[in-house]
């Protein structure tokens, strides 16, 4: 069975940090691109960061730049989000998608595009004061 499971979420100060995880099963990530995407309650869903497998491009939403680290570990099949110094505008339910038929160029277009091949079912994140 292809899937992606989110985990790494939670309840966290301004400031704080989280390390959101996206674990692969039943395929490689090692020829796919990774998207991690965000949604708030009445807004659209957003693209976050992404990285693709086969290039190492990886590309941050401005919002999170500076911010955020994308990194993925070939070993485990995850892709990693570090998110430091969190705002309360981070609050949102994070999903990662996964690229397979087209990981060179995912990364250019997947802000716009929003979309992906396989998806996670996401993990809260929330940031409070």
């Known amino acids: 069975q292809l899937q992606l499971v989110e985990s790494g979420g939670g309840l966290v100060q301004p400031g704080g940090s989280l390390r959101l995880s996206c674990i692969a099963s039943?395929?490689?990530?090692?020829?796919?691109?990774i998207g991690w995407f965000r949604q708030s309650p009445g807004k659209e869903r957003e693209g976050v960061s992404c990285?693709?497998?086969?290039?190492?491009?990886?590309h941050y939403s401005d919002p999170v730049k500076g911010r955020f680290t994308i990194s993925r570990d070939s070993a485990k099949n995850t892709v990693y989000l570090q998110m430091n110094r969190l705002k309360p505008e981070d609050t949102a339910v994070y999903y990662c998608?996964?690229?397979?038929?087209?990981?060179?160029?995912?990364?250019?277009?997947?802000?716009?595009?929003?979309?992906?091949?396989?998806w996670g079912r996401g993990t809260q994140v929330t940031v409070f004061s």
């Open positions: 039943g395929f490689t990530l090692d020829y796919s691109a």
């Open positions: 990285i693709s497998s086969t290039t190492g491009f990886t």
């Open positions: 998608a996964a690229e397979t038929s087209d990981a060179d160029s995912y990364c250019s277009t997947y802000d716009r595009s929003l979309k992906g091949d396989y």
